[in-house]
Nanobody, 125 residues
Framework: QVELVESGGGSVQAGGSLRLSCATS???????MAWFRQVPGKEREAVAA????????HYADSVRGRFTISQDNAKNTVFLQMDSLKPEDTAMYYC???????????????????WGQGTQVTVSS
């Protein structure tokens, strides 16, 4: 049974930075780890993903060059470093896991079987 716990959200001014963490526990089912975000009334949006076995990463166009996803395998933790934050980055951010590589369908929320509880990120102008 895989459990995911996010932390690191908060409030920041535009141009600032935050680092989100996703601590995982349990075994199996987490070769692809991803960050999604959601604002009320909109669909959950894929932000970034990493395939744990290879380290390969994927980014949404809206965050490429500003966000960096990384992992610490020894600590079973995945991070999302968010720099140059914009007000439109304001959302609830969720960590998610699925068994297979991120190479296919990393953007599809319904493919992910495990989710964390979410952490709020608020960026003010």
């Amino acid at each position: 049974q895989v459990e995911l716990v996010e932390s690191g959200g908060g409030s920041v001014q535009a141009g600032g930075s935050l680092r989100l963490s996703c601590a995982t526990s349990g075994t199996g089912g987490r070769n692809c780890m991803a960050w999604f975000r959601q604002v009320p009334g909109k669909e959950r949006e894929a932000v970034a993903a990493i395939t744990r076995s290879t380290g390969s990463t994927h980014y949404a166009d809206s965050v490429r060059g500003r966000f960096t996803i990384s992992q610490d395998n020894a600590k079973n933790t995945v991070f999302l470093q968010m720099d140059s934050l914009k007000p439109e980055d304001t959302a609830m951010y969720y960590c998610a896991a699925k068994l297979y590589s991120c190479a296919v369908s990393w953007r599809i929320a319904t493919d992910f079987r495990k989710w964390g509880q979410g952490t709020q990120v608020t960026v003010s102008s």
